[in-house]
């Protein structure tokens, strides 16, 4: 079983700021593209932002500009700096491998347990 790891989510105001990462098998990790999705309860799967193996990126309207994604291929992290946090960022943030590029919410081919994110006003 495909095992990402991913963490540090966290509460957090308004406004503020949270890096995740995501650590995932050289398997999963190496020559794929990653991305980041979130869910919120009772809302569908979001895709927020996705990163190719030499670092092309593309992003959800909702979060551009606010979020950046990177990677670090020689220890098969990826990573989600989130800047500028808002009440409706809240949700569980996951990682995976995506499929397809451009990616949707629909095209991860696995991911992980997910770290919670909480913006409080």
């Known amino acids: 079983q495909v095992q990402l790891v991913e963490s540090g989510g966290g509460l957090v105001q308004a406004g503020g700021s949270l890096r995740l990462s995501c650590v995932a098998p050289?398997?999963?990790?190496?020559?794929?593209?990653m991305g980041w999705f979130r869910q919120a309860p009772g809302k569908e799967r979001e895709f927020l932002t996705a990163i190719t193996w030499s670092a092309g990126t593309t992003y959800a309207d909702s979060v551009k500009g606010r979020f950046t994604i990177s990677r670090d291929n020689t220890k098969n992290t990826l990573y989600l700096q989130m800047n500028s946090l808002k009440v409706e960022d809240t949700a569980v943030y996951y990682c995976?491998?995506?499929?397809?590029?451009?990616?949707?919410?629909?095209?991860?081919?696995?991911w992980g347990q997910g770290t919670q994110v909480t913006v409080s006003s």
């Open positions: 050289g398997s999963t990790f190496r020559w794929n593209a």
């Open positions: 995976g491998s995506v499929r397809r590029w451009p990616p949707t919410s629909t095209d991860f081919d696995s």
